[in-house]
Structure formats: C-alpha cells, structure tokens
C-alpha cells in the first residue's frame, strides 16, 4: 500500500465497523477520494477508493476496495437514462476502473462517487434507522438534528439515489449528513477523520434522542406466559425443538441453524406487540435480503406441551409458505427471477428464542443478528413514534431484483457437504481428527465429541472457528453424556445430518489372560457406545426429517479372526452387525448406515499409541516402529494405511456419489485377502 488516502480509508472502515453500534455485518460502505499518477500517462488521476461489493467493514483490506476514475465515473451522469432503466449503470461501473483486481463495485457506488466530498460514509446503525422507519422520520430528523442532518425519503439504492444525495448535499452546505428513509444513514467530509466524526455525531445524536425521548416500554407489557423460561429448561427445550425447526426451515434446500437467546430477543419475545411488529417485517435491504420479508412467530406460551409446539410449528409452516407464496404472486413480473425458496428465514419461540437459518453456520448466525438489529430498530422507532418499513413491495423489488440475482449466481458453487452438520466420536486425534478434518474441508460443520474436552476442543480449533467446528465432551458408553454431546450439537448448529462412530480403544491379551473388565470396557465403548450414538442420532434426523448418515469404523477384525484378541476382535464385529440391522431400519427414514474396516493404521493412531502397537508388535515378533510397514507387507498392495485413506473412505459413502448405498462395509486395508467380505 502506497497511497496514505487508501491507507486512512482502511483505518476508518476498520474502526466503524468493529462496533456493532455503527453498522451490521458487511452492511454498509465507506469511501475515498485522492490522486495517483496513471502508469500509462505519467499524469495525476482522480481516483475512487470504496468498499466493494460483500465485504465487511470491520475486516475490510485494500483488497476490498474497488477502484475508479472518479472522471469517468462522473461522467455516466451524462449518458444516464433515467430511473427506470438505472439498472444498466452497475454494468457500465465496469468501465471505470482503474488498473487490475480490486472488488467488484457495489450498488452503492454512485452515492460515493457523485457526492462532492472527499470521504463519504454510509453505514447502517440501529439508532439511525429506527428514525429512518419511523412514521414521522422527517420530523423526528429535524427534531434530533436540525439542519445539520436531511431527510431523504426511501429510494431503492442505486444511481438515482446517488443523485438525490449529491443534490441534497449541494443544497444543504451546513449539512453532514442525511437519514436516508427506510434505510440507514450517509455522512461525508473533507477529510478521513472529520467524516468518521460526522458518522459517530449522526449516530450518537440520534441514540442519546432516543433515550431521552423514548418511552420506557415500547413493545408493550409482558406477556404472562411468554416470559423467558429459565436458562437450563430453555437450553433443554431449545435442543428439543431445534431438529424440528430445521427440518421444516429446510423444506426447499437444507440449512444451518442458529440459536439467538440474548436478552434483547427474549424480552421482545414476552411483550404483547411481538404479533404486530413481526408482521411488519424489517425495513433496511441489508436485513430483509438475510432476514426475508417477516419472520415466523409462534403464538404458543413458553410454558406450553413440547408436542403442542410441535405441532404448531408444523401449522404455521404450511401458512408461512402459503403466504410467502402469495407474497411472490402478488409481486413478481414475467422476468422476475424464479421464487428462491418459501421456508422462513427467522423463527421465533417465546420464552425459548430466535432460531435463524441459512446455507452455512456463518450465514445462519448472521441473519440472527440482523434480526437483533431488526429487533433494536423497532424498539427505537416504537418509542418515539410508530415502527413503519418500506411498503412489502419495495421490499419484493429488491429481494427479487435482477442485480441481487446476478450477485447470487455469482457465488461459488457449494461444497458436497456444505449444509451437512456431522459429528464424529474419538475425533481428538488418530483416524477421527482425520475424518473430522476431512468433512470440514468437504464443507460441513464439525462437532468433534471426545472423552476428553481439552482435546476435543482444540481439535476443533485447529480445524476453523465455531462457525465450521465446535469441540464437545462425549463418553460415548454413558447414555446421558451421549445425549448432552448431540444437544450441543443441535444448539449449535440446528442439528445432525452425519454422525461417525470411531471412538475405540483396544487391549490386545490372549483369551486366558483377557479379564472381564477388558471385555466389558471394550465391549461399553464400542458395542454400546455405538448402539447409544446411533439411537440418539437416529432420534434426530427422524425428527428432521431431513434423512442422514450413520457411518461405522468398524475393523477388518470384524471379519478376520487373528490371535490374542477376542475382546476387541468381538466388538468389531458388533459394530459391524449393527450396520446391517440399523441399515435395515432406518431406511424408510432415508437414513443411510454403513461401515468402514480400516486395518494397520499406526502412523498418527490414538490406539496404537496408547499401548494396543507395543502390544500387536510383540505378537508377531517385529519392532514397533516397523509395525505399520509390517502390516503393509501383508497385503495385496504392500501400501501403508493412514488415518486421511479412512476419512476418504467416509466422504466417498457421504459425499453424494453414493446416494442409492447402505448397509455397505468397505474395506480401508490396503487388501488383505482373509477379511474379503463373502
């Protein structure tokens, strides 16, 4: 970075958007204006510097930015054809670009570019918009501020606005910025800091007149009934619901879900004008595209029968779609693009919380804090004034808008197993981590369940943030530690599409020596810990409806009977009949069991390490640390088994390429011609 213009740019955006206060996630935009010499001419160029299209201020780099000639861009006044067909002008941003890379320029670009300042600011507080969406904004604008901020009523963002806003500033020199209706907020200045000043004076202005204008309860009274349940009986009854909810919120395409239960929406939740104010929707584009045009409520107290829940929601799923629909007719023209989906984005539970959805962990959690944000909106403008969005068909044209569609066919395709939810035993270390890393990288949000949680929690940590893994205690042999392992689950990502049973452990001892709490330790975690994941898991994919995975990492002793090792050899091959009887049973559900028999995996295994190598070294005579080299030498392809080749294995059954098998054992051995299946 060369340019100290493009360097203040960067501070600025950084500093606005790390508080949450001053904008939403990747909403909003900033600005600069400066002069760079053009490597063709030699000479001084007026350039653009701002925030491109999707990226977030609060993480924004130079990489962000898109950069145009502020000439050219100027220039497009001249040639523009008018409101209706102010679409075409995002096409013709294309043509003012200033060298290679960059981002590609937003909608809002034109506001950045036509208005005369050096730095333009456009962000999106709750505290602006709640005077943004009320009734009398105009009026409240002029209250709050004066004549140091103007209104400019609601317009779709685009070229025109940027004309309105350069119009408005050229008439308004005392001005340092405007409401924009319906929107958010707009300030500029000559230099980086007096525009970020301007920005925090818009902001803060406008909080402090809602705190000193404000009524104290502007949702109403509580509901009785509808208040928060207590923590420990939300969580348990949020962990109940959240299968349900997703399957239903995944009727179209599947989702990721989130569970928002912050204060903030449990109260909104309790007062009696949840009703009314959820029906209205939300008013700024950036909440709405996440959010959709309303959320869906449940009308039902906190306090109500878990299955009269049930059932509600399943009733009020059928009217959200059919309404949605009806929203879409009601709207659409011949080249609207076609509906995207009629489940809700945002639902509602008293007394439990906000579930929000999306394609992914990240997309899911952020919509749930744009509805935060919907949520502060209302309680600012209800209490100086009554909540009124942008009418329901403005909100269509731009759900439905022929950019908005461009954008997101745009978007890379998805990962096979983007949307899955997995969770995986023994995943700390050895061929679970592996698995667990694996799936991960193939798309899905990981839950790695160990014995230990330190471990457990660090694998996670190696593999991403919470947004893609999450590390959970599981002793997988204690019925209730398996149920609390699926509820963080849920909890934290709606729900479970994929489970893998890999947590194993061996004692390799001949028959004689083998003592009964050899054989029931193995028998606990590997049979029963088995049996007692899978019917957890199949309890919450058959309430999701959403069909599933059940893959066993079985052993190749399953089928081979080799020596000194009855107590495992046993267990495996339990497993191993439990993938046929489970295949058998949940296929009607479209939930897909099978297994895996790895065999000689030493290299970077937990049950190796821990004593089981020592063990089966001693028994066919070679040293240990030629163990894995030994078992490759007696098989058919004389290759050494590693922990990644049983994850291959288990993204090949899961990946989509095998939609039509179950009940399948594949060998991961390298082939060792005694434990062919026959």
């Known amino acids: 970075m060369t340019n100290p213009v493009v360097s203040e740019l960067l501070s600025r955006s950084n500093r606005l958007g790390a ?31 701002v925030k491109g299209s999707g990226g977030d201020l609060g993480t924004l780099a130079e990489a962000g930015l898109a950069v145009l000639r502020l000439d050219r861009l100027r220039s497009l006044v001249d040639v523009y054809p008018g409101v209706e067909r102010e679409d075409e002008m995002v096409a013709a941003f294309d043509f003012c670009l200033h060298g290679r890379g960059g981002a590609a320029p937003s909608i809002d670009t034109a506001m950045h570019g036509l208005v005369d300042a050096a730095h333009v600011d456009h962000l999106h507080p709750d505290s602006g918009i709640a005077l943004a969406t009320a009734a009398d904004g105009e009026a409240l604008t002029r209250e709050c501020f004066g004549d140091r901020v103007v209104w400019v009523p609601w317009r779709r963002p685009g070229f025109q606005l940027g004309l309105d806003i350069a119009a408005i500033k050229e008439k308004n020199p005392q001005a340092v910025g405007c409401i924009l209706g319906g929107h958010g907020i707009t300030a500029w200045g000559a230099t980086s800091e007096e525009a970020e000043a301007n920005s925090l004076e818009i902001i803060r202005t406008a909080e402090r007149f809602l705190a000193e204008k404000g009524k104290a309860e502007p949702f109403g009274a509580v509901v009785p009934g509808f208040e928060a349940l207590p923590p420990a009986e939300r969580r348990h009854r949020a962990a109940v619901l959240a299968p349900v909810i997703r399957g239903l919120a995944s009727t179209d395409r599947p989702q990721v879900g989130h569970l928002t239960d912050s204060d903030v929406v449990l109260e909104f939740l309790s007062r009696e004008e949840l009703q009314r104010l959820a029906a209205l929707g939300t008013s700024c584009p950036d909440h709405f595209l996440r959010t959709k045009v309303r959320p869906m409520v449940v009308d039902l107290p906190a306090s109500a029968p878990v299955e009269d829940v049930v059932a509600r929601l399943k009733e009020l799923h059928e009217e959200y779609r059919a309404e949605y629909a009806a929203y879409y007719e009601r709207h659409a023209t011949p080249d609207s693009p076609a509906m995207r989906g009629a489940d809700p984005a945002i639902v509602l539970v008293p007394g439990v919380g906000m579930f929000s959805f999306g394609a992914n962990k990240q997309t899911a959690r952020v919509a749930g804090e744009f509805y935060v944000n919907a949520v502060n909106v ?8 009554t909540y009124a969005p942008i009418d329901e068909s403005e909100k269509f044209r731009i759900e439905y808008w022929a950019l908005e569609e461009a954008k997101l066919q745009r978007m890379p395709e998805p990962k096979p197993l983007a949307s899955r939810v997995a969770l995986v035993t023994g995943a700390a270390s050895g061929i679970g981590k592996a698995i667990a890393e694996r799936l991960a990288s193939e798309g899905a949000c990981v839950v790695v369940a160990d014995l230990d949680l330190a471990k457990a929690t660090d694998a996670a940590a190696g593999i991403g943030n919470a947004d893609v893994a999450i590390g959970v205690a599981a002793d997988v042999s204690d019925a209730e530690a398996v149920a609390e392992a699926f509820r963080a689950a849920v909890l934290a990502f709606g729900g479970v599409d994929l489970v893998v049973n890999n947590a194993g452990l061996s004692i390799s001892k001949p028959l004689l020596e083998t003592t009964e709490q050899d054989w029931d330790l193995q028998h606990d975690v590997m049979a029963k810990g088995s049996f007692l994941v899978s019917r957890e898991a199949a309890r919450i994919m058959i309430e999701q409806g959403m069909g599933g995975d059940v893959v066993y990492i079985s052993s190749k002793n399953a089928v081979f009977a080799g020596p000194s090792n009855i107590a495992y050899s046993s267990t495996k091959a339990d497993q191993a009949h439990q993938v046929r009887l489970l295949a058998a049973e949940l296929g009607e559900h479209q939930i897909r069991v099978n297994g895996i028999n790895p065999d000689g995996v030493v290299r970077g295994s937990g049950i190796f390490a821990g004593g089981w190598g020592a063990k089966r070294a001693a028994v066919y005579g070679v040293p240990e640390e030629e163990l894995g080299q030994f078992y490759a030498q007696r098989t058919l392809l004389k290759r050494e088994v590693l922990p990644e080749h049983v994850a291959d294995a288990v993204f090949a059954l899961t990946g989509g390429e095998l939609s039509r098998t179950t009940g399948l054992h594949v060998p991961v051995d390298s082939g060792v011609a005694a434990a062919f299946l026959r």
């Open 378 to 385: 209302m309680r600012g403008a209800e209490s100086v004034s």
């Open 19 to 49: 508080d949450p206060r001053n904008t939403n996630y990747a909403g909003g935009n900033t600005s600069a204006k400066g002069t760079e010499t053009d490597p063709v001419t030699g000479r001084p160029v007026e350039l653009l510097w």
